[in-house]
């Protein structure tokens, strides 16, 4: 295998070898080229998980908060929406190893 950066290179036969190898890489961030005859046939990658960071939020936030010159105040209605999803969902989170 050729590491390059954050991007590996290996041949279908190197795969089909260690295929739990490669997934830990995956796991790791790592993206793998798999390539057939020296052409690239598949991208495996970690998929780009739903929604905005809650640090980029944070940061349009701030960037509106100085836009505006104040900090913008949520209506009573998303207030009590957002607390309706907390309450509702006050179980641990334990996603899987791979998550």
């Given amino acids: 295998m050729i590491e390059a950066m954050a ?4 041949t279908e036969a190197e795969l089909a070898r260690d295929i739990h190898a490669v997934l830990a890489q995956v ?4 993206e793998v080229i798999v ?3 020296h052409r690239p046939v598949a ?3 970690t998929p780009q998980g739903p929604g905005r960071k809650l ?3 944070i940061a349009l936030a701030k ?3 100085a836009k505006l010159g104040y900090a913008p105040v949520p209506d009573a209605d998303f207030a ?3 607390q309706a ?3 509702a969902n006050r179980e641990p989170l334990n996603p899987p190893s791979w998550d």
């Avoid at 796991?27 to 790592?30: D, K, L, V």
């Fill in 63 to 65: 960037a509106y908060e």
């Fill in 7 to 10: 991007t590996v290179r290996i």
């Fill in 80 to 82: 009590a929406d957002v």
């Fill in 27 to 30: 796991q790791e961030g790592i």
């Fill in 55 to 57: 640090s980029e939020c």
């Fill in 85 to 87: 999803a907390i309450d």
């Fill in 43 to 45: 991208l495996i990658k």
């Fill in 35 to 37: 390539e057939q005859d």
